[in-house]
Every structure is written in C-alpha cells, then in structure tokens.
C-alpha cells in the first residue's frame, strides 16, 4: 500500500546550517504520526518543506505516491494537504465566518466568483457554520477575529486547515502557548478527527503528543534520531537523553 | 439589519443630492463636482489594490492617461466618433494593466518602487513623444462625446452622464468587494501565507485585481479627456498617481464612498485654498498628515466612530 506521505532523504542548508539533513521517513494512510524534538531539531523546517512553504535543497516528497517536491503550495493543498501554523496564522480583520469561507471556496472554482456576493452562496455560510460549531465557535460566527481570545484563534486555527477538507493534516504545534484548560480542548477536537484523516504533528506538549500519536519521530540537529511506537520512543535511553533530559 | 438600512438610507440620499446638484449649483461649482467624481472614480481604482489587496499601486495615472491619450487622438487626429475612440482608450488603459500586472510578482516596498519606474514610462512617452502625443501641449480640441448623432454638449447633460456611470462602477464594485473574489484579496491582505495554504493562487488572483483597477482607472481617464476636452503629459504624472491615492486615503481606504469623499475633500480644499494661499501644497500635506495621526481610516472612519451606536464592534483590543 502507498504511504500517504513518503519523505525520501530530504535536505535542507541555510548556508552552513544543515536544517534538515538527509530524513526520510513514511507516514502510512489513517496514521497519526508525531514529530518531536528539542528546538531548532528542524521539524518546522521539514514541515515547510513537505507542505511546499519552502523548497528542500536535495530529496523528494511524495504525497499518496505522487511526486510533489517542486508542487507550488496552492496545488498540494487541492490535492490534499491542510496544515496549521506555529504562530497563529488567520485573517485578523474578517469574521470567523468569513475566515472559513476563505478555506471552503479556497480548493474550487466558487473562490474566482466576482459577480456574485458570498451571501448568494447560502451553501458556504452553512458550511462555515458547522466548521465552526465543530471548533466550538459557533455563537461568534460574526464577530471579527480581532475580539478573540489567543485561545481562540488557535481554535479557528485549527478550523482553517480542517475546511480545506484535507486528507493529510500537518499541525505544527497545535497547543503552542496555550493554557493546560486550553491545550485539553484542542487536544480532544484533534482526537475527535476522523481516522480517515492522517495526520502529522509537531508538538512539543509530551502528554499531547503521545497521547495522540500512533508512531512517534523523534528529530534533533536536523536528523531522525529514532522512530516507533510512544512507548519504544519513550524507553529509548539516546532519546530520554538528548529529550526528556537527563538528572 | 440596522446597519445595513443606515448605508441604503446614506446611498439614497447621497444619489437624490448628486441628482439635485445642476438645479442650485452654478458653473464653477458644476465643474468642480464632476472632476470630483472623476477623480473619484480613479481613487476608487487605486482603492482596489490598497484597501482591499494591501498592494500600493503608484501607476494608477498611467492606465488613466494612456485611456485619455488614446481617445483624445483617435478622436482628435484621426476624426473616429466616440463610439469608437472611448471603447478603445477603455481597452487601451486596460491592456496596459494586462502587461503592467506583471508587477504583482513583487511585493511591499518593490511593489511600490516598480509602479513608480511603470508609471513614468508612460509619462516619459507622453511627454518627449511629442509627434504622437502632442509633447507639452498635449491633445487640444477634444470634442464633447457624441453617440448616434446625439450629443453630450451642455455642462448639466455632461454631468448627468458621469454621474451615472460613477453610480453603475459603484454599484459593480460593490458586488465585486462583496463576492467571494473580493474576500480572497482581503484574504491576501491579511495573510498571503495563510491564502496560499488555503488552495489559493494568490499572485494570480492580485494579478485579476490589477487588471479590474487599470479598467476602472481608464473608464475615469475616458470621462476625464471629454470633460477636460484636452489632455496633457500632467494627467500621466506621478503627481496624480500619489494624489488619488491620498484621496483614498483621507476618504476611507476600504470603502465604496471613502475615495469619492476624499476626492471632494482634496480637490474642494485645494479649490479653496489656492485662492488665497500660495503653499496649498502644504495645507494639503498637513490634511493628510492629521489623517494619517487622528483618523487613520479617514473620514469615513471618522464618522463610523461617532455614529451613534448601533451594537457594532468598535472596541478593539
């Protein structure tokens, strides 16, 4: 079976600095894979790479086993890949609602209508509505995004990249700078995902990501340092070193 | 609901005024009304791309006088009626948009930098191109837009006729800020990063914008050479590209009437001031500066803030 996603000795230099240095690794169909590291390990790096952000400097990308190394970014999300951003990445002076007609028009043709309002879409703004019901924002479908909480732009965060309808999910640290109360819900809509939606996760929340991954990456210095189960990733003593840090 | 019944009741009333001008206003004031909403029309254009797709465009005049020049000489030089001289400075203004658009490859501050080296290509043709164009004198002798042997000659028919364009590009703008395209280019405005990831082809969809801002802008370069009946190398300047954009500015960038209240604001001080007052460059300057310091969503911003409260989110954090 074809992996849904298959990185192949993938590089990245930033003059000296080997980012990403040579990782390949395969990410089977309904997986929930997790990326950890300590920081600067690279795994955003990576994360670029595979989503098309940037360009690798050496190695491939394979997507359901479609060569998508050089894909311009627009082009692999309508093949199916959604991701979040780190930093909080959302249109600040529209509505929640408009936010995520933005994602639900974004992967057809309805996005290059110019002679119709959006409100002549009813299809969208229902869309929309049960995307953010699904976030848990539904009462602010109309607010601007500016009145939210950090809390909540991380979960419309989430929402963007889910109404893309992608097949593959990247996350990059989902829960990043989010209260234990906050992290719990994001961590539970994530869980809540269907399982046909593969998914890949930087996280640096220990409880989340293991809590959450099938098979577990650990990166540091730009390489895979070791891959497997939560459990086989948390005995491994190089990792409990270079991660869970030693006393 | 409330909000919305409060802009049709403003729409309306603006449109029965704009009706009811030719009846209380003299020549002078005629004149200055119709440049108004010509000028208008071109700030609307450049408002476009700043408002709503955060791209500064500073070559605005360009689509706006090449449109002028090429009806001006069709008509003029080679005696081709306005049925045929306006179409074409319409397509003319707007094929230079379809080539110019390449711009949108860049980004920020060379964005700017190359609308500027654009824009003076144009005028540098206009001006030193003097066999084509006339050179400093320009095109004089424009005659009054005439279709099907029905002219449009007298100042009040003239003005009827602007005014009724301005209000269908309103209207046509109003749907195309509100359809799902209109969204993408705040989209893009926001977060072109974001855009991307979300399927869109973001350079493309600026690039569209470009060219629906050079339309725009040469439909005002058009009505402009048959209301000024002659056209010369200033229409082209950078001056008038960095004008309209203030006008949209003072008015209200990212609205419909914001570019045509600045338009009156601009022109309608510098009417004024200039009777009196050497440096009414300089008074302009201190207009816009307080703009940019007190009111930087311009005036309409301004009198969003003290309508009285119709539950409307103001508080930002």
Same mark, same amino acid.
């Given at each position: 079976m074809t992996a849904a996603v298959a990185i192949d000795s993938l590089a990245k230099v930033f003059g000296g600095l080997r !980012?990403?240095?040579?990782v390949s690794l395969e990410v089977a169909l309904g997986e929930r894979r997790a990326l950890i590291g300590p920081n600067g390990a690279g795994k955003t790096t990576l994360f670029h790479c595979i989503t098309g952000r940037m360009q690798p400097s050496s190695g491939s990308v394979k997507l359901f086993g479609d060569d998508?190394?050089?894909?311009p970014e627009h082009q692999r999300t309508k093949l199916g890949m959604g991701r979040t951003f780190q930093i909080t990445n959302v249109?600040? +002076?529209?509505s929640l609602a408009e936010n995520l007609a933005l994602a639900i028009v974004?992967?057809?043709?309805?996005?290059?209508?110019?002679?119709?309002?959006?409100?002549?879409f009813p299809a969208v703004r229902e869309q929309a509505l049960a995307g953010l019901e699904a976030v848990g924002l539904k009462d602010r479908? +109309? +607010?601007?995004?500016?009145?939210?909480?950090y809390g909540e732009r991380r979960q419309l965060e989430l929402a963007l990249a889910l109404n893309t309808h992608p097949k593959v999910l990247f996350l990059?640290?989902?829960? !990043?700078?989010?209260s234990p109360s906050e992290r719990q819900r994001i961590f539970k809509m994530i869980r809540a995902l269907p399982r046909e939606i593969t998914l890949v996760m930087i996280e640096h929340d220990m409880d989340v990501a293991l809590g959450l991954a099938d098979r577990v990456t650990v990166m540091n210095r730009g390489r895979v340092m070791a891959e497997g189960t939560p459990d086989e990733v948390q005995s491994n003593p190089e990792v409990r070193d270079v991660y869970f840090g030693h006393v | 609901m409330k909000v919305r019944s409060y802009g049709v009741v403003m729409a309306l009333i603006a449109i029965a005024a704009a009706l009811a001008a030719p009846l209380v206003a003299d020549p002078f004031w005629m004149t200055l009304i119709t440049q108004i909403y010509i000028y208008g029309l071109l700030a609307l254009s450049v408002d476009l791309l700043?408002?709503?797709?955060g791209l500064y465009s500073l070559c605005q005049a360009s689509f706006f006088a090449v449109a002028a020049y090429t009806t001006a000489i069709l008509q003029? #030089? $080679?005696? $081709?009626?306005t049925i045929v001289a306006a179409p074409a400075g319409l397509i003319a203004g707007t094929l230079l948009a379809v080539l110019y658009g &390449?711009?949108? #490859?860049t980004r920020g501050v060379y964005f700017i930098l190359i609308t500027i080296a654009l824009g003076y290509i144009i005028w540098g043709a206009v001006y030193r191109w003097a066999s084509f164009?006339?050179?400093?004198?320009?095109?004089?002798?424009?005659p009054p837009p005439s279709v099907a042997g029905f002219s449009i000659a007298s100042q009040t028919a003239y003005y009827y006729f602007v005014l009724t364009v301005v209000i269908l590009c309103a209207f046509g703008y109003r749907i195309l800020i509100r359809s799902p395209f209109g969204l993408s280019l705040r989209g893009i405005k926001g977060s072109e990063s974001r855009m991307q990831s979300l399927g869109y082809r973001t350079t493309m969809h600026l690039y569209a914008a470009f060219v629906i801002s050079g339309l725009i802008a040469s439909l005002a370069g058009v009505l402009y050479v048959y209301y000024n009946r002659f056209i010369n190398p200033v229409a082209a300047s950078f001056q008038i590209s960095v004008e309209v954009s203030l006008m949209a500015i003072v008015g209200? &960038?990212?609205?419909?009437v914001g570019p045509f209240i600045g338009a009156g604001v601009f022109l309608g001080l510098r009417n004024w001031v200039s009777s009196f007052f050497e440096l009414h460059t300089a008074v302009m300057g201190a207009v816009f500066i307080a703009t940019v310091l007190w009111a930087p969503s311009g005036i309409v911003g301004l009198v969003e803030r003290w309508r009285p409260g119709i539950g409307k989110p103001k508080d930002q954090p």
């Open positions: !980012a990403v240095d040579r998508i190394t050089y894909l249109f600040t +002076d529209l974004g992967t057809d043709r309805r996005k290059w209508v110019w002679n119709r309002p959006l409100s002549a479908a +109309d +607010d601007p995004v500016k009145l939210l909480s990059d640290e989902p829960c !990043a700078g989010l | 700043l408002g709503h797709a003029v #030089r $080679y005696g $081709y009626p &390449s711009a949108v #490859r164009t006339g050179g400093d004198n320009g095109i004089t002798n424009v209200g &960038s990212g609205t419909i």
